[in-house]
Every structure is written in structure tokens, then in C-alpha cells.
């Protein structure tokens, strides 16, 4: 059974001068899925996220979300239908205390009481509590993470964009992310751009690959991480 | 830093404010009265660009073209009324409606901060200029010569809404100037700490990812860029009040610059700080006029570098981070926030 996509791009393009970063990306996600997207460096990951939050304009295609065409919508209106995203490097308010930040994206959809009740919820699920009160500009990266990830929760999003959450997180950070990423997503549809594979593991989704701006192949994690093709532009040497 | 809604000592601000408004003309003599009144409107001015620059993160060298509206307005408005009602409000609506029109193409079409600054920059150069060059008689509003650079003398204070011939007085401009300061002061206040206050200063903080949670960063920098020139604009009227006169200097660079000289004074994301630092330094650019002993611009040019170095965060976060430590002492270390 296939549910009703939340999120089609057809035939997606951005170039950069003469370089196309995102090269005819065709790409759907059901409603409540989980996702996994890999690739090597420069496969076009991060430029799809940016094109898909509104940060950059698409050069040609279309984005579909729940069948409306965003794809020259400004990112706040984007933000306002339900996609939130955590871009590649962190983006939080230093200069704001943690519970600050939090309340800020509850404070977008709800009352103070509301928003209130939100911020205290959030911090307590990625265990930030303690540290509400404190700048997060005086924060370790690991929990600056953190405080992006409660921004997104706080938002209550349709669709959650993860770009890299556990880079520059410990070994035990990195399974509670991925934990939490579950449980995120049993409300939610959720795409994970992602490294460590290890970490996919973990997931345990459905992956797609991304190579010189396209979708290479997409499946199941076991049927990607046994695929040779991908091996041989991902993983390469290293995984035999 | 944040801004906090500490009730106490905002309402001690305001009946402070009020006492001294009604209280010092029964006390000082006039010549004096008149002076603080130029210091109470220059501190108006400065918490527009408080506002626009310490809260809002737009560094604006415009602040001194709405003055310069809200001036001209009430000016030209009031020569040809004789009436000082419909020039009052103007001289707050036009300044508004210029910054938003300004605004709206700044804004909207993403400027970055540094082209805002050489944009606003240039704005007030063109004011100037243009303004400075209407000298000729055929250059009037109405009854009104504009006056190019001779300004505009004589121009009638304002009245009692209704009846033009109770016209305010030395005193009265200051009790005025002062109500509105403080009216100006609390009203920022309750603006910073309200809902849009907070999501201004998070656009500062970091304009993306307000936009990514959903917030129109665009129209939250235009309110308050228009809600700056409104308060410019009423510090222009209270300045051609207190002198009966405004002229084109008013729009020129000097101007702008001083402006910015004040909050970096006074401390940038501080209102308080900000009007303190604008009267700290209008009563030294008064004195050294008045007694000669030094270039007035040259010692600003050497206040500013100084504390610059020194004092790079302003008077009133020094002032705090000295007294905190004290003021933890005596309440038995409680740790204020």
C-alpha cells in the first residue's frame, strides 16, 4: 500500500555557473515516511535540502508539497506549511538562551501558554533542561544540535529535513539521535541527509543515493549497502 | 541583555520621567530649561536608531532624514495653518510613510546590512543637498518659502489642539518633550518584550533561521523601520519646536553621524543607554561651543575612537557589569537573570 506523497520534486535542477549541483532530481516521499539520503560529498544533498526549504531557487523543475508547487515560495511560507529543516551547519540564535530559541518556534503557531507548555516539553526530550537558561552560543556543538533539533520539534512539521544531526556528535549522542529520529518520525515524514553509515543502519530506512546530482538508486538499507554500483561511488574500496 | 519587562522599575522610569517633566520648570530657571530640552529631544532621536539599529540589527544613516521630515513637515505645515494639529501628525506620518516606501524596496529585495547602510547614507545626502538648493522664492508650500540653506525661521510652536492662540511655552515644550520621551521609552519597552519585539531580535540574531521557523523577516524590518522614523520624525517636530527654526543641516552627514555616535556611547542594544549617551553627548558638544576649548568635532572624533577601544560595548553594559557584582553582594548572592 502507498500512501498519498507528501513531497514530489520532478525533474529538479540547480546550476551554479556552469556546474549543476542538482541535476533532474525526481524524488518522492510518502506521507509519515522515514527516508535516508546518502552520497559523497558533493553529490547535490545539502543544494536539494536548500532548494526544498526555499533558501535557494531551483534553476528548472518543480517541488510538490502535499500537491501544491513551492518552488519559488519564500521560506517562511514554506516554513509555514509544515516543512522544517536543520541545515548542514548548525543555524540557532547564540546571542538567545536555549529555552529562547525553543520558544521562539512554539511561539510561531502558538499562545504564550502554549508555547510555554511546548518549550518545557522539548527540553526535556533532547535532555536540555538543565541547560535552558543558558546562551546557546556558549554551548558544545553537540548540544547547539540539539537545541536546532527542539526548534524543529517545537514546530510540530509535516516534513522534518535533517541535514547531518550527528556530525560532530559522541558515539552515545549519535544512538540517541538516531532514536529520536525514530520516534520523530512515527508522527511525521522525515528525510535524514547522512554520513555515517553506521548511523543509516541504525535507522534503518529506505535510502536513496545521490551521485553527481541525480538519484542513483533507491531501496531498502540492506539492498543499498550490498549494492556494488553504490559501493563503487559511495563506499568505495574501504567497504569491500 | 534581553529585553525583560521589569515592572518595577519601568514604572519608576515612568513616574520619574513624568516628575521631572512637571517638576523641573518650577525649578530651574529658563535658560537651562531650554538646554535640557535639547537634550531630551536629541535622546528621542537616539531611541529611533536604538530601535532600528541596537534591536533590529539595521544599521540606518536615515535617522536624521525622518528627523529632518518630521521637521520640515511640522515647519511648512504650521506656516500655512497657523493651526499645529495636522502638522504635528504629519510630521510623524510623513516621515513613516517615506520609510516605508524606502524600506519596502530595501527589505524586499534583501539588501545586505552594508549596502542599507551606503543606501540610507546616500538618501540623506540627496535630502540634504536638494533641500539645501531650494533658496529661491519660487521653491515654497503653499504660504511657506522652503528656505534652501537659510532653513526656515520663526516657526510658530504648538498649540492646544483647536485653539491656536494658546501656544506652548519654553516650559511647556520641555513638559512635552519629556512626556513624550517617556511615553517613547516605555512604549519600545513594551514593543521589545512582546511577541514581534522577540522575533525582531531574533532576525538580528539570525535572519535565516527566523525565516526557517516561519517568520517574515522582510515585514518584521519594515515595521520597525517605519515605527523608527515615526519616533524620528516626532523628535524633528519637538526640535523645530524648541528652536523655532529648522535648516537643511539637519540632513547632512554630520548629523547621521552623531546619531551613531550616540549609541555607540550609550551602548548598542540598550534604549536607556542610548538616550543617556545622546544627552551625555549634546551637553558636551553645548559646552565645548559655549566655553571654546576645543574643536566640538574633534573631540567627539576622539570620544568615539576611544571608546571604541576601550568601551566597545557602550556605557550602560559597563556600567551593569560593574554594578552587578555589587548589586549580588547585597542581595545575598541571589543571582538575578
Known sequence: ?240 | MRPGWNAAGLIAAGIGGLALAFGLPHLVEVFVLVELTSYVVVAILALSLALVWGYAGILSFGQSVFFGIGGYAYALGVLNTGESTLPVVLGMVLPMIFAAVLGYFMFYARVSDIYLGVITLCVSLIAYNLVNSMSGTEYRIGAAPIGGHNGIPGVPPINVPGDAARALGFEDVFTLSMIVLVLVYLGLRALLASRFGRVVVSIRENELRAELLGYDARLCKLIVFVIGAGIAGIAGVLFVNWGSFIGPSVFSIMFSAQIIIWIMVGGLGTLAGAAAGAGLIQWLTTWLGVSMVADPNIVLGVIFIVLVVLVPKGLQPMLLERLAPLARRRNGNSGAP
Open chain 1, 1 to 240: 500500500m502507498i500512501a498519498a506523497p507528501i513531497l514530489r520534486t520532478e525533474g529538479l535542477r540547480k546550476r551554479f555557473g556552469g556546474v549543476a549541483a542538482v541535476d533532474g532530481v525526481d524524488f518522492t516521499l510518502a506521507e509519515g515516511e522515514l527516508r535516508c539520503v546518502i552520497g559523497p560529498n558533493g553529490a547535490g544533498k545539502s543544494t536539494f535540502f536548500k532548494m526544498l526549504s526555499g533558501q535557494l531557487r531551483p534553476t528548472a523543475g518543480r517541488i510538490l508539497f502535499r500537491g501544491a508547487d513551492i518552488t519559488v515560495e519564500e521560506r517562511h511560507r514554506i516554513a509555514r506549511r509544515g516543512v522544517a529543516i536543520k541545515t548542514q551547519v548548525p543555524s540557532v540564535f547564540d546571542g538567545l538562551t536555549a529555552a529562547e530559541n525553543v520558544r521562539l518556534s512554539a511561539a510561531r503557531r502558538l499562545d504564550a501558554a502554549g508555547a510555554a507548555r511546548v518549550v518545557d516539553e522539548v527540553l526535556a526530550r533532547i535532555g536540555m533542561t538543565a541547560h535552558a537558561r543558558r546562551l546557546v552560543g556558549e554551548l558544545a556543538h553537540g548540544q547547539r544540535q540539539w537545541v536546532e533539533i527542539g526548534m524543529l520539534l517545537a514546530a510540530d512539521p509535516a516534513l522534518m529535513l535533517l541535514d547531518e544531526p550527528t556530525a560532530g556528535m559522541t558515539k552515545d549522542e549519535v544512538t540517541r539521535s538516531a532514536e529520536m529520529i525514530r520516534a520523530m518520525s512515527a508522527k511525521r515524514a522525515v528525510v535524514v541527509v547522512e554520513h555515517d553509515m553506521q548511523f543509516v543502519r541504525m535507522l534503518d530506512a529506505n535510502v536513496s543515493v545521490f551521485h553527481q546530482g541525480r538519484i542513483l538508486v533507491e531501496g531498502t538499507t540492506d539492498s543499498i549497502l550490498n549494492d556494488p554500483q553504490v559501493r563503487d561511488v559511495y563506499l568505495g574500496k574501504r567497504a569491500r
